[in-house]
């Protein structure tokens, strides 16, 4: 991750103490900083920019590199004082590495619901590792995915999700999971667990903040 954003002086990467560190435990750095819900009631414009690095810091290592930093809740990162509003990414011990295909798989999804290409939907599925799809576990995950994609397709400046709260997310990912196992006891590959988890959480915080961008146009950027 810092090497990833050694070019962004926006996002800060905490230093990792080796010498200090087992296979179990990373020592950091110590970072001075703010939490999140002491930035609520700032002006909407700095709220906006403050979600935007936010969505970059989770989403662009994922897209470019693979990686993806899968506990996004609001005591994971810190808004710094610094000249120019930057922020610090803590905790790495929930890292997820992706596979090309899942990535594809991820992108694929996008372009399905976009164009409304069921094929495409079936085939990002078995690109994420869902197998033996019937039509009842198909619109399962279809309710998921088009909860999930909403803001990515469309292309309007508007905060992440519709709604005052993110309870809705949270609900829809869990009646998911829970539907899935009883659709023939199908269990969702880790990989759709941890992208659910990151996805949920980090949408939870940007409601919180009430950001605004458009969230469109950020995604094409980042999955060109």
């Known amino acids: 991750y810092d090497a990833f954003f050694k070019d962004n002086s926006s996002i800060h990467i905490p230093k990792a ?19 999140i819900f002491t930035k609520l009631n700032e002006h909407q414009e700095y709220r906006d920019n403050l979600g935007k690095l936010l969505f970059q810091a989770w989403y662009e290592p994922f ?7 899968a506990d996004p809740h609001p005591g994971n990162y ?9 922020i610090a990414l803590l905790d790495f011990g929930c890292v997820r590495y992706f596979s090309h295909t899942f990535i594809d798989g991820v992108k694929n999804l996008y372009n399905a619901l976009r164009h409304n290409d069921q094929d495409l939907a079936v085939h990002a599925y078995t690109q994420w590792g869902f197998f033996n799809l019937n039509k009842e576990i198909i619109d399962i995950i279809n309710n ?16 992440i999700q519709q ?9 829809m990912a869990q009646k998911v999971h829970n539907t899935l196992h009883k659709a023939g006891g199908i269990r969702p590959p880790q990989e759709f667990v941890f992208m659910d988890r990151a996805a949920v ?19 094409e950027e980042m999955i060109q």
């Open 17 to 35: 103490y080796e010498t200090l560190c087992t296979d179990r435990l990373l020592t950091l750095e110590w970072i001075d900083g703010e939490s």
């Open 63 to 69: 897209y470019k590199q693979g990686m993806i930093h």
């Open 78 to 86: 810190l808004v710094l004082n610094s000249e120019h509003l930057s």
């Open 144 to 159: 998921w995915a088009k909860l999930l994609y909403d803001p990515l397709l469309d292309d309007r400046v508007r905060t």
């Open 163 to 171: 709604t005052s709260s993110g309870v809705m997310g949270w609900e």
């Open 201 to 219: 959480g980090i949408g939870s915080v940007l409601m919180r903040l009430n950001a605004k961008q458009n969230w469109h146009r950020l995604f």
